[in-house]
Each structure stands twice: as structure tokens, then as C-alpha cells.
């Protein structure tokens, strides 16, 4: 499974951006496409998460409210739509492919190249 993804930026607190995976390869309707944050000196960890087919979306406690996942099967791309943001969002954004919609701690052997989100005043 490979991604491209984009959309990230240096914001402030309060702003919004939308960012963008696009997929090759496969359909993204045929995974659950999860949204994942890494961060230095932290677990990478999914924080939204997008299912198979006509897919409800999930989110952490943390995001709920301020991120919504959505995807363009046209496009083979899924969306996350952040708003509100902080500085604690602050991260590299990478997207995975998997059998279910997980979130929290991920462990991978490989990752994209992500689209990094700065947040600071």
C-alpha cells in the first residue's frame, strides 16, 4: 500500500487545515484508511480512522469534535479536515491501510512520507 499525502502546514493555534492521501495501488474503499501522528520522543498513533466501503469514521478523545475523516473514491484520496488546532496536533500526518479502523499506538516497519503539521504561536 502506498500513499501520497499533503496539505500540511506551519499554523497557529485556532486555525484550520485540510489534508490530503492519495492511494495507489488499491481502492481506498477496499481498507479502513487510518490517519497516524508522529511525533519526536513519542508512539506513533492513529487519530483518525476511516472504515472499508461506505466507512464510519472513528477518533481519538483527543481529536473528536475538531478532525473529521472523509474520503473521494473517485479520487482514491482520503481527507482529514482539522480545525481548531493546537499545538499538541503538532506532528508528521502519514496514512496506513488496514483490515479494520484502528486507533491509538501503531507500530510499522515502514511509513510514507507524511505532510508535517506545525502549530505554534
Known amino acids: 500500500a502506498q500513499f501520497v499525502e499533503s496539505g500540511g502546514d506551519s499554523v497557529q493555534p485556532g486555525d484550520s487545515l485540510r489534508l490530503s492521501c492519495t492511494a495507489s495501488?488499491?481502492?481506498?474503499?477496499?481498507?479502513?484508511i487510518t490517519w497516524c501522528r508522529r511525533t519526536p520522543g513519542k508512539e506513533p498513533e492513529g487519530v483518525a480512522s476511516?472504515?472499508?466501503?461506505?466507512?464510519?469514521?472513528f477518533y481519538t478523545a483527543e481529536v473528536i469534535g475538531r478532525f473529521k475523516v472523509s474520503k473521494d473514491t473517485a479520487k482514491n484520496t482520503v481527507y482529514l479536515q482539522m480545525n481548531e488546532l493546537e499545538p499538541e496536533d503538532t506532528g508528521l500526518y502519514s496514512c496506513?491501510?488496514?483490515?479494520?479502523?484502528?486507533?491509538?499506538?501503531?507500530?510499522?516497519?515502514?511509513w510514507g512520507q507524511g505532510t508535517q503539521v506545525t502549530v505554534s504561536s
Open positions: 495501488g488499491f481502492s481506498v474503499d477496499d481498507y479502513a
Open positions: 476511516i472504515n472499508k466501503g461506505k466507512g464510519s469514521d
Open positions: 496506513v491501510a488496514e483490515e479494520f479502523p484502528l486507533l491509538g499506538p501503531k507500530k510499522r516497519d515502514h
